[in-house]
């Protein structure tokens, strides 16, 4: 099977198990990652509460954490469904969003790390660097550095969490299983919507549900983000319409748009 092949197999094994990824995600990026894993062909639910996320983390095939917006009931409900999540041994994605920008994010993405043991963290450049450098600083939730600079903190996090790293920029970087990805797909709009970043995140947890190598799975993700990014760029006129396009396109995807795909292992 090439390396296309491969991709491909994971997007017909999303649309025809449609595995169910439990979110624990921002308030801010609900809707638009929602309707980016329906639109795969995944079936996402959004569940933070603590007195239920022990149940529904029992029954889903992937979990994903993002630490957007926090607060006290929401970590404890993140420990909760991660150690139900690592018992039952379902991949588990964490976006450290904003890591570095305060103690709370710093500590929480820390603790996460510590006590979830994630498959896959998957965030920008400052963010990866903050959980392994402490004078790392992150201006809100933006990067400030490329997927590039955060490569020795990547490699660094993935040998200490034993973990994939999956760090987001104008190339992104894939690390772990002793290889490094660079996926040189994407359009220079997509920073300017929101939650796109959040969004794969959560496509990756879509296809860790169907792949069995984190790596891969990371890989493949980053890669589809990319090419549907492109496409819908071609289409848009602004950030807005971007958003819109983008949806369709990931539902519109076909085995030929996989030609786009730049991606170069090592």
Known sequence: MTFLEAIWHDIDAIRTSA??????????????????????????V?????????EMAGIASSLVI???????PWIEAMATAGETAARRRIPIVLDPVGAG????????????????SPSIVRGNASEIRAL????????????????DAALDAATALSRQR?????????????????????????????????GLGCTASALTGAFAAVNPSPFSAAVHAMAVMGV????????????????????????RLEQDDLERVRVEVA
């Open 19 to 44: 595995p169910l990824v439990h979110n624990i995600t921002n308030y801010v990026v609900m809707n638009t990652t929602a309707n980016a894993l329906l639109a795969l062909g995944a079936s996402p």
């Open 46 to 54: 959004m569940a933070h509460a603590r007195e239920e996320v022990e």
């Open 66 to 72: 993002n630490i957007g917006t926090l607060s006290p």
């Open 101 to 116: 920008a305060t103690t709370l994010r710093t500590r929480t993405a820390l603790r996460l790390l510590e006590e979830v």
């Open 132 to 147: 392994v450098y402490t004078e790392a600083v992150t201006k809100g939730v933006d990067a400030t550095h490329g997927a």
């Open 162 to 194: 034993r973990c994939v790293v999956s760090v987001s920029g104008e190339v992104d970087a894939i690390v772990g299983e002793g290889k490094v990805a660079r996926v040189h797909n994407g359009h220079p709009m997509m920073p300017r919507v929101t």
């Open 228 to 251: 549907a990014g492109e496409i819908a760029a071609e289409k848009a006129e602004g950030p807005g319409t971007l958003q819109l396009h983008f949806l369709d396109v990931l539902y």
